[in-house]
């Protein structure tokens, strides 16, 4: 009998197990295009496109800077999708033949031996063990907070970073979408070398101001990402009313919520609202979070990829632009020549993010900066144009790791000395 309940019970879990781990989304010979857009007709196309079918898939927006659009195509579409190109006179550059291949080499590449380190990208339990041993090992400096739990139930984790009591705070959000994964690669570089760094600029950096960092803002997205489907970007609860599942956190905060088609009401769309404003546990814990700590921090950095941008609010218009907006350009200014100077050379262009991006609306930054009136408040879109998109190789992890100090170190400086924090 008690054979019988184990062998049962054996049979329930490997079901389960399969369940739960169904295979990973493949995209052997999907291509990424990146199309040149020169009027209105053109773009509605393309946005028509990528709605109708899941055989496309927008990588980037178009953009009014580059006029640029990065399209995903899966190989069955691929000869309509070059019919309808010369029909409409669109003009196309190929900048990625297989996105398979880039997710092959990504896992394939050089793994750091036992050790965590930033030549790889890591899993959410990896990087959850990482920041226990960062705090066993820096308790005195550190300490641990968790805004509260995702959908599904994981701790959405952050680290305090402080040298004494009351310094002005800086935020960063990071990971909001998932497949991001350059974003909390950087961000758990960026807590290391605050605790770790000798070099006097970054000393100054961790010791005079107080850090809050969440690494993996998404984190049950973050998870599918690594489990099922490495181009997830969205969170993971499900709707009554669609097959389709999760929203666009950075389109579910309560600022301008869903203004000027920044943002979708289609729940199988990339840019899905929710909703309302809140309806992901994620968003609303991260702003209850945020309002219990509002004195303690005057700087908001959002992480994302990839376009090499830093933008600044609106995100719902382009008509209007902040009272400090000159501000927010001359802090622009400085993190980008910050980058430039680097060997790399890395172009970064700064502006509002609806005027030089595209509108996006209910934003996670938008809000702390209209609804918290933190006026210095910055989405960092990292690494690169479009040759890797957010399947960024692991060797260069470092070199974003690099570029992002560069242009912390310039843009706090200059924040402070515009007297914001
Ligand atoms: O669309 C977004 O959410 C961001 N770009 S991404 O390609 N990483 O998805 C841009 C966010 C712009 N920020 C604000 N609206 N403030
Ligand atoms: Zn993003």
């Not at 950096?205 to 809050?212: G, K, R, T």
């Not at 289609?266 to 609202?273: H, N």
């Not at 719902?316 to 802090?331: C, G, K, M, Q, V």
Request: net charge negative; hydrophobic share 35%; with cysteine.
């Amino acid at each position: 009998m008690r054979v019988i309940w184990v062998l049962a019970t054996l049979v329930v879990l490997a079901n389960a197990g399969t369940l739960k781990d169904p295979p990973k989304v493949r995209y052997d010979n999907y291509s990424v295009h990146r199309l040149s857009i020169r009027n209105k007709i053109q773009l509605s196309l393309i946005n028509r496109l990528s709605e109708l079918s899941d055989k496309f898939n927008v990588w980037k927006e178009y953009d009014e800077h580059s006029k640029q659009v990065d399209i995903m195509v899966s190989p069955a579409a691929s000869r309509p999708f070059q019919l309808l190109l010369k029909l409409y006179g669109i003009s196309s550059q190929l900048s990625i033949p297989n996105v398979q291949k880039l997710i092959d080499d990504e896992q394939v590449s050089s793994r750091d031996s036992g050790t965590f380190g930033w030549r790889q990208y890591h899993e959410l339990a990896e990087i959850y063990e990482w920041l226990d041993n960062i705090f066993a090992t820096y308790p005195t400096v550190t300490e641990e907070f968790s805004i509260g739990k995702s959908y599904e139930g994981r701790n959405i984790r952050g680290i305090k970073i402080s040298h004494g009591a009351n310094k002005p705070g800086i935020f960063i959000e990071s990971n909001i979408h998932a497949r991001e994964w350059i974003t909390s690669a950087t961000a758990t570089w960026f807590i290391n070398e605050l605790l770790t760094s000798q070099k006097e600029e970054v000393r100054k950096l961790a010791e005079s101001y107080d850090w809050y960092i969440i690494p993996v803002f998404n984190v049950d997205g973050f998870e599918y990402s690594h489990r099922s489907n490495r181009l997830w970007r969205k969170t993971r609860q499900p709707h009554a009313t669609s097959k389709c599942i999760g929203v666009d956190g950075n389109r579910n905060f309560d600022s301008h919520f869903m203004e000027n088609n920044g943002a979708s009401a289609d729940p199988c769309s990339e840019t899905y609202a929710g909703e309302d404003p809140w309806s992901e546990p994620e968003t609303k814990a991260l702003a209850d979070y945020l309002t219990s700590i509002k004195d303690k921090f005057d700087v908001y950095l959002s992480f994302h990829s990839y376009g090499q941008w830093l933008l600044s609010p609106y995100g719902h218009t382009a008509e209007e632009f902040p009272e400090n907006y000159n501000d927010l350009l001359e802090i622009g200014a400085a993190f980008g020549s910050a980058i430039k100077n680097l060997v790399y050379s890395t172009d970064y262009v700064h502006g509002s993010t609806a005027s030089v991006l595209y509108v996006a609306s209910g934003s996670s930054v938008d809000w702390v900066f209209n609804e918290l009136n933190k006026k210095v408040a910055y989405t960092i879109e990292f690494r690169d144009k479009g040759n890797f998109g957010f399947v960024l190789p692991p060797a260069q992890i470092l070199a974003n790791c690099e570029e992002l100090m560069a242009g912390m170190v310039a843009l706090i400086d200059t924040a402070h000395n515009l007297n914001y924090i």
